[in-house]
């Protein structure tokens, strides 16, 4: 898992980073999450912000949801391209899914956005033929 320090530079945090994105980027959805992105060449990386409202559930509850999607997302940075600033929403079925599939029904869900997308980069993962 990496080293917080260096996930902290990696995170949307400013009200008006997330509005960028929300307002001018683009957006895919599933029952769980909705997903928008933009890309931003200013950073030249690839930045997470997560949202998670109460009605999600308690603290508890949605700290569980963040924590799952961080490290749902962290597994598969490798596959994404550079320069994107990505929010993702947590809807409210996102703890019911948390609860009964735990990280790997998060991962898939996160899975499913990120190929709707486009997001991820064709032919960079070892062993493809070029």
Not at 30 to 59: D, I, M, Q, W
């Amino acid at each position: 898992m990496p080293a917080r320090s260096s996930r902290r530079g990696r995170r949307l945090s400013r009200s008006a980073e997330f509005e960028r994105v929300y307002r001018q980027g683009r957006s895919v959805a599933n029952r769980h999450l909705v997903l928008y992105s933009f890309p931003n060449e200013s950073t030249g990386e690839l930045r997470l912000g997560l949202s998670v409202s109460r009605k999600v559930g308690g603290a508890v509850e949605r700290n569980r949801v963040k924590r799952l999607l961080r490290e749902a997302f962290d597994g598969v940075a490798g596959e994404l391209g550079e320069g994107q600033d990505i929010v993702i929403v947590a809807r409210p079925e996102a703890r019911e899914l948390a609860d009964s599939a735990g990280l790997s029904g998060i991962e898939s869900s996160l899975g499913e956005l990120l190929e709707k997308s486009g997001l991820r980069r064709d032919g960079d993962r070892e062993g493809d033929p070029a």
